[in-house]
C-alpha cells in the first residue's frame, strides 16, 4: 500500500469516527433531554396527586425550599415543595428517603397538609423485589393509599409500625422489609414537619441538623424471593 492509499484510508477512517462521534452526541443530547422532561412530568404528576392544582394558586414545582436533615433519610440537601393559596401555606411535600429498604434506599414524596396530616405518599423510585417489595407502588397495590389522612395522632407514635413489629400498618406476604422502611420514613417525615413547619415556608434555605454519618452502601437489587425479617 502506497503513501496515497495509507493517507486516503486514514482519513476516511477520521471522517468515519468524526460522524460516529456526533451521531452518539446527538443522539446523548436529544435522549438526555427527553429523559429529564419525562422525570419532571412523572415529578409533576405525582406532586399534583398529593396536593391537587385546586389546592393551591402558586407553582408548587418552582416554590422549593432545600434542607437537609437526618431524619429525611441522608446527608445531602433535598427538596421540599411547597404549596400556598392566595400566599398562605398549605401544605408540603417533603422529598424523604428510607436508607434500609430490602435493597437499598426508597425515595418518597411525602405530602403533609399545614395540620400535620398526610396528603398522601408516593415511591418516586425503588429496587425492591418485584412482585413483593414492589407493591409499595401506586401503580402495584393500594397499600401506599393507607396514609392518607393519617397523622402523629393517628395513630399515636408508638403504633407507627407494620403489625409484625406490634403496628397498625400493614406488611406484605414475605415482605416486611420494605413497607417497615417506608412507615418508619414517613413517621419520620411527619415529625420533621412538627419541629420545623413555620420555618419551612418562611425562609429559603434550611440546614437544620448536622449531616448524618454516611450510610452503608445499598445491597445489589434482590431477584424475587421473599425478604428476610
Do not use: C
Request: aromatic share 6%; glycine share 6%; net charge negative.
Amino acid at each position: 500500500m502506497n503513501l496515497r492509499q495509507i493517507l486516503v484510508t486514514a482519513l476516511f477512517l477520521f471522517l468515519f469516527a468524526a460522524i460516529g462521534t456526533a451521531l452518539v452526541a446527538v443522539t446523548f443530547d436529544n435522549t438526555h433531554e427527553r429523559i429529564a422532561a419525562n422525570e419532571r412530568e412523572a415529578l409533576l404528576r405525582s406532586l399534583h396527586e398529593l396536593i391537587p392544582p385546586e389546592r393551591h394558586d402558586n407553582d408548587i414545582f418552582t416554590d422549593i425550599i432545600n434542607v437537609t436533615d437526618p431524619d429525611l433519610g441522608g446527608d445531602e440537601p433535598v427538596p421540599v415543595y411547597r404549596a400556598r393559596k392566595d400566599g398562605w401555606p398549605v401544605a408540603a411535600v417533603l422529598s424523604a428517603v428510607a436508607p434500609d429498604g430490602y435493597s437499598g434506599a426508597i425515595r418518597l414524596l411525602v405530602g403533609i397538609n399545614l395540620d400535620g396530616t398526610l396528603a398522601g405518599v408516593r415511591v418516586l423510585s425503588h429496587r425492591e423485589t418485584p412482585g413483593l417489595g414492589d407493591a409499595i407502588e401506586a401503580r402495584r397495590s393500594d397499600w401506599i393509599l393507607g396514609f392518607d389522612g393519617r397523622s402523629l395522632n393517628n395513630p399515636e407514635q408508638k403504633l407507627w409500625a407494620v403489625k409484625r413489629d406490634g403496628g397498625v400498618f400493614d406488611q406484605f406476604t414475605g415482605a416486611t422489609i420494605t413497607p417497615r422502611a417506608v412507615v418508619k420514613a414517613v413517621k419520620k417525615s411527619l415529625i420533621y414537619f412538627q419541629h420545623n413547619r413555620q420555618r419551612l415556608f418562611e425562609t429559603d434555605s434550611l440546614i437544620v441538623a448536622p449531616p448524618a454519618a454516611p450510610a452503608a452502601a445499598n445491597a445489589p437489587a434482590a431477584t424475587a424471593q421473599p425478604e428476610a425479617h
